[in-house]
């Protein structure tokens, strides 16, 4: 699990710059200010995730069990929901793509809390 969650974090990492650059360079004459915004939100929450996925890949090798294998799992999950969210909503400007956003915050906490668990947890 350690090098799946590794090769996840590494690839949400890069689809996360490549994002950050595409926003910065190709949507900004295209995109309002506003949604532009929401798509750098997405970029950047997606980055910290995948850093968090590199996290969870050392946590399983350091604290085996449910737990950290809970927790990269949420935090894809989150990030397909949170992320890929706000990246539809920015770019179609259908509204109601916002209503996914804040399933996907609730998942991220929920892997949160797991990595914190399973770090106090023997």
């Known amino acids: 699990m350690d090098r799946l969650f ?3 974090g590494a690839l949400s990492s890069m689809l996360a710059v ?3 650059a595409f926003g910065a360079h190709a949507l900004r004459a295209r995109l309002t200010p506003e949604q532009l915004a929401i798509f750098e939100t997405a970029a950047r929450y997606q980055m910290y995730h995948a850093l968090a996925l590199l996290a969870v890949a050392w946590a399983v090798t350091r604290w085996p069990g449910r737990l950290p294998v809970w927790a ?3 935090f894809v999950a989150g990030t397909v929901l949170f992320s890929g969210s706000l990246y539809i909503l920015s770019l179609t400007g259908t509204l109601w ?26």
């Open 18 to 20: 490549a994002a950050g």
């Open 97 to 122: 793509w916002g209503a996914v956003t804040p399933l996907g915050g609730v998942v991220f906490l929920a892997g949160w809390v797991c990595l914190g668990l399973s770090a106090v947890r023997r």
């Open 6 to 8: 590794f090769g996840l």
């Open 72 to 74: 990269g799992w949420l």
